[in-house]
C-alpha cells in the first residue's frame, strides 16, 4: 500500500470496535445503551399524539457508535424492557399499549432506523465527513417518520397522519441530526490516527 492510501486508510475514524468486545463488553455496552435510550425519552415536549423527544437522537447516536448488528440489539433490548414495564419511555412510561397505539410504528422504527445509520458509518458515513454523518442520521429519522407516519395512518388516516405525526417532527430531526452528527465527529476525534 502506498504511503497516501496508508494515510487515507489510517485517516479513518472507527467508531467503537464493538466486533472485538468480549461477550461481558458487548453485554456491558448494550446496558448503558439502553440507560442512555432511557434518558433520552425523559427529555420531552408533550404532543398528541407523539411527543417530541431526544429518542431519536439517541438511537441514531447508539446505531453510529455501536454499529448495526449490537445498535439493533441494544435498542431492541431497551424496547422489550419498556413492553416488559421498566419505565423506560416518554415520561417514564411503559407497557405493550404504547406498542398498539399511537407510537408503536415510531417505536418498531427505531432498531430499522438504529441499524440504518450504524450500516452507512460502517461505510463511511462516519464522524470525520460530518456531512455524510449528518445525512445518515437525516436517514434514519426518516425512517422513524415514514414507518411510524404509516402505522399511525392506520389508526387515524393518512391526512392527520402527516399533519400531527410527521411535519412538527421535521425541523427537530434536522436539528436532531446536526447535533448526532457533531456529537459523533466529538467522540470519534480520538480514533483518527495519522499516517508516520
Known amino acids: 500500500m502506498t504511503s497516501s492510501k496508508t ?12 466486533q472485538n468486545f468480549t461477550l461481558p463488553w458487548k453485554v456491558a455496552a448494550a446496558f448503558f445503551g439502553t440507560l442512555f435510550l432511557t434518558l433520552s425519552s425523559f427529555i420531552e415536549v408533550p404532543m398528541v399524539p407523539v411527543p417530541i423527544t431526544l429518542q431519536t437522537f439517541a438511537v441514531m447516536l447508539v446505531g453510529a457508535l455501536y454499529g448495526w448488528r449490537l445498535g439493533g440489539v441494544t435498542i431492541v433490548a431497551w424496547l422489550v424492557a419498556a413492553a416488559l414495564g421498566l419505565p423506560v419511555l416518554s415520561g417514564g412510561d411503559s407497557g405493550v399499549q404504547y406498542f398498539l397505539g399511537a407510537t408503536g410504528g415510531y417505536l418498531f422504527a427505531f432498531p430499522v432506523a438504529g441499524m440504518a445509520v450504524g450500516w452507512l458509518t460502517a461505510r463511511g458515513w462516519d464522524g470525520q465527513r460530518v456531512w455524510l ?3 445518515a442520521m437525516l436517514i434514519g429519522n426518516a425512517i422513524c417518520l415514514t414507518l411510524g407516519a404509516a402505522w399511525l395512518a392506520v389508526l387515524i388516516g393518512a391526512k392527520q397522519a402527516i399533519l400531527a405525526g410527521v411535519v412538527p417532527f421535521l425541523i427537530g430531526g434536522v436539528l436532531k441530526s446536526g447535533l448526532g452528527a457533531m456529537t459523533l465527529k466529538l467522540l470519534t476525534r480520538d480514533t483518527q490516527h495519522t499516517a508516520e
Open 7 to 18: 494515510a487515507v486508510a489510517n485517516k479513518k475514524a472507527k467508531t467503537l470496535d464493538v
Open 133 to 135: 454523518s449528518f445525512l
